[in-house]
């Protein structure tokens, strides 16, 4: 795929799993690799750019499994862009699909 | 692959970026292992599932990497000086050209250089640090540094034009003498040293070239492997050793109580040379001394040829295997042989005692300095002419004026001229 679409979308994904509460990282990553095939590896970095952002925030909490979690908060921010992106992602995907079609009758 | 070596691999990697970026994605995967181990996961499924690190490194955006560009910049010139009494001084200084001299007072000044292009920046950097008494500084290679850079490659191509050439950085180092010890190294990058007083210098090159000038130093130990080392007016205390692996070495206005220069595949030359021991050793290079002074001389090579000119002393021993020895020495004792080489001696007057021996060389002596000797040649098949007479046979035994040089010449098809 595209990256710079697959970018688009990931970022979108991950602040999407956020409108319904904070999570840590590995939950993410857990969330978006039942749906989708990527290295989770690559959602590191786009939840650090988020936070650079400042469409998201982190915090620490203790944790029995060894190092603290990072929990990321979406930001009011945050939640405006995710809202303007998934709208932008819901014409585009409109159009392609009607594009597709077309193209197929 | 298990934890620790994908970690490894991961920092290294990581390493083209700046440092709060690195800790945090190095804490984000430890974090990930351990929850993924919590859950019952190998570490083999966990690596899997954090999958290739060059694709997560090309999710970095180029903000990421111009930060770090503009930190690397800020570093690529540096410049310190430092007034502590170091007990020694090493510098690294990779494939950067280092120069090293005296410094003129009493302080050690730092002054690095590096005028190559981001990726280059990016790739080297200068560091300095003390411990123990000991002041080090030099270049460093980012490791992982060139896998590290590909990834930044793919991300923009601003540094696509692919080589890696390292001109440009340079690093130059004052030295004050009352630092007892200075050791300097590079790989590729030449090394300069002049005018140091310190008491002992050990200096290093792998591929770079290495010039010794004006040094007054206790000891003093060059090496090289395929660099060429060039030295010219040393005055070394106690001990001097050169060495190289392929590297010639050529030394000039020389002088030390005890002097070695050995190489492998190299050519030794030395001339202006004031010693008492003087050990010139290859395998298959060429050796030549040229004026020097010295009570024992001995040189060694197996293939190549050998070469003395205008050579006092004690002792002059000489031995190769292929190669020719044309000795023009005045000494009181020498010693040859050769295995398919000739041997020439001449230039003599104090000689007492001379035994030159070939296989299947030719040997040829002159005495015509030389008030009296006794003479004893053998050969097996080649043809002896001694001072004017053809000898038969396979010995000759012979004497003149007072006979005090003993003179002792065999070959075994070689011919035999003693003049």
Same mark, same amino acid.
């Given at each position: 795929?595209?990256? %710079? &679409?697959?970018? !688009?979308?990931?970022?979108?994904?991950?602040?999407? %799993? &956020?409108?319904? !509460?904070?999570?840590y990282g590995y939950e993410l990553t857990e969330r978006i690799s039942e749906e989708m095939s990527i290295a989770s590896g690559t959602l590191y970095p786009i939840l650090r750019r988020l936070k650079e952002e400042a469409y998201v925030t982190t915090y620490l909490v203790e944790s029995e499994s060894g190092p603290a979690r990072k929990y990321y908060h979406l930001?009011?921010?945050?939640?405006?862009?995710?809202?303007?992106?998934?709208?932008?992602?819901?014409?585009?995907?409109?159009?392609?699909?009607?594009?597709?079609?077309?193209?197929?009758? | 692959?298990?934890?620790?070596?994908?970690?490894?691999?991961?920092?290294?990697?990581?390493h083209c970026y700046n440092g709060a970026l690195q800790q945090e994605i190095l804490e984000d995967y430890e974090q990930h292992f351990a929850e993924?181990?919590?859950?019952?996961?190998?570490?083999?499924?966990?690596?899997?599932?954090?999958?290739?690190?060059?694709?997560?490194l090309q999710e970095f955006s180029e903000e990421d990497l111009k930060q770090e560009i503009e930190a690397v910049e800020a570093q690529a010139n540096q410049n310190g000086s430092y007034d502590t009494l170091y007990r020694e001084v090493v510098i690294e200084g990779l494939v950067a050209d280092v120069e090293i001299s005296a410094s003129g007072d009493d302080q050690l000044r730092v002054n690095y250089v590096n005028e190559g292009n981001e990726a280059q920046k990016l790739r080297y950097y200068f560091y300095q640090y003390e411990e123990d008494g000991v002041f080090y500084a030099g270049v460093k290679e980012r490791k992982g540094g060139s896998d590290g850079i590909k990834g930044i490659k793919g991300i923009w191509g601003l540094f696509s034009n692919g080589s890696w050439s390292s001109d440009n950085i340079?690093?130059?180092?004052?030295?004050?003498?009352?630092?007892?010890?200075?050791?300097?190294?590079?790989t590729s990058g030449d090394l300069t040293v002049q005018r140091l007083r310190n008491q002992s210098v050990e200096a290093q090159c792998a591929s770079g070239d290495l010039r010794l000038e004006k040094?007054?130093?206790?000891?003093?130990?060059?090496?090289?492997?395929?660099?060429?080392?060039e030295a010219e007016e040393l005055r070394v205390g106690s001990k001097l050793k050169l060495n190289s692996t392929s590297g010639d070495l050529d030394v000039t206005d020389?002088?030390?109580?005890?002097?070695?220069?050995?190489?492998?595949?190299?050519?030794?030359?030395?001339?202006?040379?004031?010693?008492?021991?003087?050990?010139?050793?290859?395998?298959?290079g060429d050796l030549e001394v040229d004026e020097a002074v010295s009570d024992l001389i001995h040189m060694q090579t197996a293939s190549g040829e050998i070469e003395c000119r205008d050579v006092r002393g004690g002792t002059l021993q000489v031995v190769t295997g292929s190669g020719d020895a044309e000795l023009e020495a005045d000494v009181e004792i020498c010693i040859g042989k050769t295995g398919s080489g000739s041997i020439s001696l001449e230039g003599c007057a104090k000689l007492q005692k001379v035994q030159l021996y070939s296989a299947s060389g030719d040997v040829h002596l002159d005495l015509e300095m030389v008030e009296g000797a006794t003479i004893v040649t053998h050969t097996a098949s080649g043809d002896m002419v001694i001072r004017g007479y053809e000898a038969s046979g396979r010995s000759y035994n012979c004497s003149y004026g007072s006979g005090a040089c003993q003179v002792e010449i065999t070959t075994a098809s070689g011919d035999i001229e003693v003049e």
């Open positions: 795929m595209n990256t %710079q &679409l697959k970018k !688009g979308a990931l970022e979108l994904c991950v602040l999407s %799993q &956020l409108v319904g !509460g904070d999570k930001t009011q921010k945050g939640r405006e862009y995710q809202q303007s992106m998934q709208q932008e992602w819901e014409q585009f995907q409109t159009a392609v699909s009607r594009l597709i079609k077309v193209q197929s009758v | 692959m298990t934890k620790s070596e994908y970690m490894q691999a991961l920092r290294e990697k990581l993924g181990m919590a859950a019952g996961r190998t570490e083999e499924e966990i690596i899997a599932e954090l999958g290739n690190i060059e694709d997560m340079e690093l130059s180092v004052e030295i004050p003498a009352r630092i007892p010890a200075v050791k300097l190294r590079t040094l007054r130093c206790e000891q003093l130990h060059g090496m090289t492997q395929s660099g060429d080392l020389v002088s030390a109580p005890a002097m070695s220069l050995q190489s492998t595949s190299g050519d030794l030359r030395a001339e202006q040379v004031q010693t008492n021991n003087l050990q010139l050793q290859t395998a298959s």
